[in-house]
């Protein structure tokens, strides 16, 4: 992807009480160095540590998604992370002097309008993506939730959720661009059932609770006890139940305002894989755990990617040069033409492709009951490739070829049979100087390193009569 990473212009602050904890916290996003990622930092805490919005420092997913590194804890933090999602950011510093940012209205509406406040800015790196090219997926055997994501343009979701209860039963919602997310998510808010309210009451949570920042559907009746603690916990001097079957008057911002904040609970704990994503992401009964067990999953295979450093080419795209292109650039011809097309071609890199098929002309004599691509052709392939690129940058290549100087560092990682695609990306080691061509060679099949190299070449005139 060529797009750019950001960040906000200036820091902006926020204040509220904790859901859980219900302490007064002032939370101040500031903008941050290419490649930072999310960072919470307590500055209540001795030394301001820090915490990284990982999803390896998941430890607890009840009533909110829990992160703790070095015994620092950071609890609900999901809200305030979809919104970063939502808002496009990719790095930003969050420094809280509490353990939990303000629930503020139990949605992601005022931290979106606070990052919209500090406004954007564009930095000098490269985003970089978790593409998902196959479908991967997590079930929870306990409770038959279930997440998949599918191939996709852009990071969709969709979130299905079945509560089965008559105050509520079965919503969906789907956000087909992470662009609308201000608009059709953000102001979804959290939500409970009374009779789990009276649960997190007895158990000391929801101190920050309000009537006003949580939704509570009625799924029982509401017995005079109950209503007293209720009265007691909000501060209320009267509960009643209205017709919708929601606790008070509290109006919904949208119908299915409960799967959209579902929704809005796995952009906020899928943004702990720690990379942009490009995907379809359908949730059947999403929940905290769930979210954040596919989120280690996703995080694993993109820290396999990077340990593999395997670009992310697009072997569809309109190519640069076809064959009939190449052929105009280059002196070689078949059965010694090794690159079909080239995909991407800069002052310094190049990107080929060459299918092989089981007719290559190398095959009948290079192990004909096992064939393999030999090696030294796979090097020549790479040089082709990086001829392609000194010579598309002279006004007559017709007129020049490249000789090999030096090979070095020579790899070869897996056997290349027929029915492979191979792309060669080349890029420049040093600039070209008076002829001679400094390059650095891989070769790529499917998720892995068929062959590298690095390479030394001299371009020359060719010898006329």
Same mark, same amino acid.
Request: charged residues 25%; glycine residues 6%.
């Given at each position: 992807?060529?797009?750019?990473?950001?960040?906000?212009?200036? #820091?902006?602050?926020?204040? @509220?009480?904790?859901?859980?904890?219900?302490?007064?916290?002032?939370?101040?996003?500031?903008?941050a160095k #290419?490649?930072?990622?999310?960072?919470?930092?307590?500055?209540?805490?001795e030394g301001?540590?820090?915490?990284?919005?990982?999803?390896? $420092?998941?430890?607890?997913?009840?009533?909110?998604?829990?992160?703790?590194?070095? @015994?620092?804890?950071?609890?609900?933090? +999901?809200?305030?992370?979809?919104?970063?999602?939502?808002?496009?950011?990719?790095?930003?510093?969050?420094?809280m002097?509490? %353990?939990?940012?303000?629930?503020?209205?139990?949605s992601?509406?005022?931290?979106v309008?606070?990052?919209?406040?500090?406004? =954007?800015?564009?930095?000098?790196?490269?985003?970089?993506?978790?593409?998902?090219k196959?479908?991967?997926? !997590?079930t929870?055997?306990?409770?038959?939730? #279930?997440?998949?994501?599918?191939?996709?343009?852009? $990071?969709?979701?969709?979130?299905?959720?079945?509560?089965?209860?008559?105050?509520?039963?079965?919503?969906?919602?789907?956000?087909? &661009?992470?662009?609308?997310?201000?608009?059709?998510?953000?102001?979804? /808010?959290?939500?409970s059932?009374?009779?789990?309210?009276?649960?997190?009451?007895?158990?000391?949570?929801?101190?920050?609770? &309000?009537?006003s920042?949580?939704i509570? !559907?009625v799924?029982k009746?509401?017995?005079?006890?109950? %209503?007293?603690?209720?009265?007691?916990?909000?501060?209320?001097?009267?509960?009643?139940? /209205?017709?919708? @079957?929601i606790?008070?008057?509290?109006?919904?911002?949208?119908?299915?305002?409960?799967?959209?904040?579902?929704?809005? *609970?796995?952009?906020?704990?899928?943004?702990?894989?720690?990379?942009k994503?490009?995907?379809?992401?359908?949730?059947?009964k999403?929940g905290h755990?769930?979210?954040?067990?596919?989120?280690?999953?996703?995080?694993?295979?993109?820290?396999?990617?990077?340990?593999?450093?395997?670009? *992310?080419? *697009?072997? $569809?795209? +309109?190519?640069?040069? *076809?064959?009939?292109?190449?052929m105009?650039?280059?002196?070689?011809? !078949?059965?010694?033409?090794?690159?079909d097309?080239? =995909?991407?071609?800069?002052?310094?890199?190049v990107?080929?492709?060459?299918?092989?098929?089981?007719?290559?002309?190398?095959?009948?004599?290079?192990?004909?009951k096992?064939?393999?691509?030999?090696?030294?052709?796979?090097?020549?392939?790479?040089?082709?490739t990086?001829?392609?690129?000194?010579?598309?940058?002279v006004?007559?290549?017709?007129?020049?070829s490249?000789?090999?100087?030096?090979?070095?560092?020579v790899?070869?990682k /897996?056997?290349?049979?027929?029915?492979?695609?191979?792309?060669f990306?080349?890029?420049?080691?040093?600039?070209?100087?008076?002829?001679?061509?400094?390059?650095?060679?891989?070769? $790529?099949?499917?998720?892995?390193?068929?062959?590298?190299?690095?390479?030394m070449?001299?371009?020359?005139?060719?010898?006329?009569?």
């Amino acid at each position: 992807m060529s797009d750019m990473q950001k960040t906000l212009k200036k #820091e902006v602050s926020l204040s @509220g009480k904790g859901l859980h904890t219900g302490k007064e916290v002032t939370l101040t996003i500031k903008p941050a160095k #290419e490649n930072t990622g999310f960072v919470f930092v307590r500055t209540d805490l001795e030394g301001n540590p820090q915490v990284e919005a990982d999803v390896n $420092y998941v430890t607890t997913t009840e009533r909110g998604t829990t992160l703790e590194k070095l @015994g620092v804890r950071i609890h609900t933090c +999901e809200h305030l992370l979809a919104a970063l999602v939502g808002c496009d950011v990719d790095n930003a510093i969050l420094e809280m002097n509490s %353990a939990e940012p303000p629930i503020l209205d139990g949605s992601s509406k005022y931290f979106v309008e606070a990052i919209e406040e500090a406004g =954007l800015e564009t930095q000098e790196a490269e985003r970089e993506y978790l593409v998902i090219k196959e479908v991967v997926s !997590y079930t929870d055997p306990t409770t038959g939730s #279930e997440i998949t994501m599918i191939p996709a343009d852009n $990071y969709e979701v969709t979130t299905m959720v079945d509560f089965g209860t008559k105050v509520l039963g079965t919503q969906n919602a789907t956000l087909k &661009d992470i662009s609308d997310f201000k608009t059709e998510i953000a102001s979804a /808010r959290t939500f409970s059932f009374l009779h789990e309210l009276e649960m997190l009451l007895d158990a000391g949570l929801i101190k920050g609770g &309000d009537i006003s920042n949580a939704i509570v !559907y009625v799924d029982k009746e509401l017995t005079p006890d109950t %209503a007293e603690k209720l009265k007691k916990a909000f501060n209320k001097e009267d509960i009643a139940i /209205r017709p919708n @079957g929601i606790l008070d008057n509290l109006t919904l911002n949208h119908p299915n305002e409960a799967a959209r904040h579902k929704l809005l *609970d796995v952009i906020g704990d899928l943004a702990l894989v720690g990379v942009k994503l490009k995907g379809k992401v359908i949730a059947n009964k999403p929940g905290h755990f769930v979210n954040t067990q596919f989120a280690k999953k996703l995080n694993r295979q993109w820290k396999l990617q990077k340990k593999k450093n395997i670009p *992310d080419f *697009d072997i $569809y795209k +309109e190519p640069v040069f *076809d064959i009939n292109g190449i052929m105009k650039l280059m002196p070689h011809r !078949y059965p010694f033409l090794l690159i079909d097309k080239v =995909l991407e071609l800069s002052d310094s890199h190049v990107v080929g492709l060459k299918n092989v098929t089981f007719n290559e002309p190398f095959f009948p004599g290079h192990f004909p009951k096992e064939p393999v691509m030999p090696g030294v052709l796979q090097v020549e392939a790479l040089a082709q490739t990086g001829g392609i690129l000194v010579l598309a940058s002279v006004p007559d290549p017709e007129n020049y070829s490249t000789y090999f100087i030096k090979i070095d560092k020579v790899k070869f990682k /897996r056997k290349v049979v027929p029915g492979d695609t191979i792309i060669f990306k080349i890029e420049l080691i040093t600039p070209i100087r008076r002829g001679i061509v400094h390059m650095q060679g891989f070769g $790529y099949v499917g998720d892995s390193i068929a062959v590298e190299a690095e390479l030394m070449a001299q371009v020359a005139k060719n010898k006329t009569d």
